[in-house]
């Protein structure tokens, strides 16, 4: 399961995890988290954790964004892939972007440290997709 947010409505929806979104990137520690995130077991018990907590994400992904754009008229970023790390109490651990833009590096940073509900096990790795603002008019 993905999270898809879309920061100009400042809504998250879950979705499936398309095959493309767990492909390398070509940068080094994304792609070390991407493969973990691949052999992690899709248990019942991820799948419901993954789902109770997109409320969570999404505020959390909020913040994180908030605090790294001024967001105006017409807001602009491509869209990015973000793994994070979880520890067993639930606090991030790591968080990488498939690209090393200063936005990425900025939400990276910003992300470590954030607190999630505990998961069902340790490491657990989430996909968060941040998607593009969608275009007004």
Same mark, same amino acid.
């Given at each position: 399961?993905?999270?898809v947010v879309s920061i100009g409505l400042l809504t998250a929806i879950p979705g499936e995890t398309k095959k493309s979104d767990l492909a390398p990137s070509? @940068? *080094?520690e994304f792609d070390a988290?991407?493969?973990r995130l691949g052999h992690q077991t899709a248990t019942r018990e991820s799948q419901a954790y993954l789902k *109770?907590?997109?409320a969570e994400t999404q505020k959390n992904l909020m913040q994180t964004v908030l605090g790294c754009v001024t967001l105006s008229a017409n807001p602009s970023?491509? @869209?990015t892939r973000f793994v994070l790390q979880l520890d067993a109490t639930g606090a991030v651990k790591a968080a990488r972007a498939e690209t090393d833009t200063t936005l990425a590096v900025c939400l990276e940073k910003r992300w470590v440290g954030m607190r999630y509900k505990e998961p069902p096990?340790?490491?657990f790795y989430r996909l968060v997709i941040l998607?593009?603002?969608a275009r007004k008019g």
């Open positions: 399961m993905t999270l070509g @940068r *080094a988290l991407i493969t *109770a907590t997109v970023w491509p @869209r096990f340790a490491p998607e593009p603002p």
